[in-house]
């Protein structure tokens, strides 16, 4: 709320403009589960990544809403379990649960086939995709959602003008782009896009148990192993971000690598917006923040760094 957060592997600076308009700056530690030399391998990583994003995404929101608002009430530690709760049952009912019996009434309408059929995972995957772009075009209208998703943009203008080798300025990055390959935008899109193929391969598997001639129990059970598949696709969806991303020599490679990341781009549009000057100087502060190269310029606006008045 009223800023971003910026990472450098075990660090992220928490920048934010208050009510009294001053850029305030917080440096902390990146919570990471995903330290042992298991979890950092290809094809694992990924899920355990989504879950300590999700943890550190809650800390520094709720942080930041101390910071903005000098009168705001600091949630305690159960109110913050208990929003995270609220939040994944949201989100298991609205794309595991829903999408489901959305594809189960296009097969009762004769409009797609049975639970072993593709079409029953293609309804089930489109659902998840509209009621997603839809969902983010209406918490886009809300004021303060509107705000985030500029501060969105100017965290990608900033970095796209780091990468460039520019001067890191609120000017500078105004004439960047606002969309980026690396975005979390296209992690979700290829969550989205992978489940269709996933669940089309390995739910039809497990319907030759015996126990799964029960319909209902079919059902629930079908639901319970999507819940689970999710560890996979994460994992997947993680492997195919990092891949778009990555340059090439190789031409063929090139543009196999910009098609994998085109749909994310485009999605970008809805999850970013054009930031005003202010953010963009909220932004710069950021990156200069966890920037290591220091042959990189960075011309900044005044900013107060709490950890030092905290130190003294």
């Known amino acids: 709320m009223g800023g971003l957060i910026m990472r450098n592997y075990n660090n992220y600076a928490l920048v934010i403009r208050n009510d009294k308009k001053e850029i305030l700056v ?16 290809t094809f694992v990583r990924g899920f355990p990544i989504l879950l300590e994003t999700l943890i550190n995404g809650i800390q ?3 942080r930041s809403a101390e910071l903005v608002d000098s009168k705001a009430q600091k949630n305690s530690l159960l109110q913050t379990i208990l929003s995270l709760a609220v939040a994944l049952f949201l989100a298991i009912f609205l794309f595991v649960v829903l999408p489901h019996l ?3 009434s ?5 409009f797609g086939g049975t639970i072993e059929n593709l079409s029953f995972h293609v ?23 509107k705000e985030v998703l500029e501060y969105h943009g100017a965290e990608h203008k900033v970095i796209s003008c780091y990468e460039n080798e520019m001067l890191v300025s609120a000017q500078n990055a105004k004439h960047c782009s606002r969309l980026h390959p690396r975005c979390g935008t296209s992690f979700i899109l290829f969550v989205l896009f992978l489940a269709i193929i996933i669940h089309s391969i ?20 079908v639901i319970l192993f999507k819940i689970v598949l999710i560890i996979p696709i994460s994992a997947c969806a993680y492997e195919l971000i990092r891949a778009s991303a990555k340059g090439t020599t190789n031409r063929f490679l090139k543009i196999c690598l910009k098609l994998l990341s085109f749909p994310g781009l485009v999605l970008q549009i809805l ?36 950890d030092d008045m905290n130190k003294g």
């Open 26 to 41: 917080e440096h902390h530690s990146w919570y990471s589960l995903s330290r042992h030399s298991l979890l950092q391998k």
């Open 102 to 104: 959305f594809a189960l």
């Open 202 to 221: 390995f739910i039809p598997l497990i319907l030759f148990f015996p126990l799964l001639e029960n319909n209902a129990i079919m059902h629930c059970v």
């Open 123 to 145: 309804w089930d995957g489109l659902f998840k995709i509209f009621l997603f772009l839809g969902y983010i075009y209406a918490i886009s209208l809300i004021p303060a959602i």
């Open 271 to 306: 999850t970013t917006k054009e930031p005003s000057i202010e953010q963009l100087e909220v932004a710069v502060i950021a990156l200069k923040e966890v920037a290591h190269d220091y042959s990189q310029l960075f011309e900044t606006v005044p900013y107060k760094t709490l």
């Open 106 to 110: 296009m097969e009762y309408f004769g």
């Open 60 to 62: 520094a929101l709720n």
